[in-house]
């Protein structure tokens, strides 16, 4: 492919997010529903300091519910990584049996 056009599209492609990406402006995490003018819904400090407490206390009393990251689920962390490791790693290994035999293969190496 011809390096000027592959420059001139990387950079059609940069700035075209760029331009795209003030559009989704990220908000800190406020408390409530904010309404037009900037204020504060009826959600306040005491209440979301009283919701953390519950959640304490709820996980204090029950150990066994664990963090709520399932590492070893197949949606979970390990899972998935075993998962996808499994898939590219057939893709990888058909690959690589594939390469060892055709036509490009080099002469005298099987």
């Not at 950079?11 to 900037?38: C, I, K, P, R, W």
């Not at 197949?74 to 060892?100: H, M, N």
């Amino acid at each position: 492919m011809n390096t000027k056009i592959l420059l001139a599209a990387s950079l059609v492609a940069v700035f075209t997010m760029g331009f795209y990406a003030e559009d989704a402006v990220v908000f800190a995490q406020y408390m409530g529903n904010v309404g037009s003018e900037g204020e504060t819904g009826s959600y306040t400090l005491e209440e979301a300091l009283e919701i953390q407490r519950r959640r304490i206390e709820a996980a204090e009393a029950n150990p066994a519910s664990g963090s709520g990251t399932p590492y070893l689920d197949a949606s979970g962390v390990v899972g998935a990584s075993v998962i996808a490791g499994a898939v590219f790693g057939g893709i990888a290994g058909a690959f690589f049996i594939r390469g060892r035999s055709g036509k490009y293969a080099a002469m005298g190496r099987g």
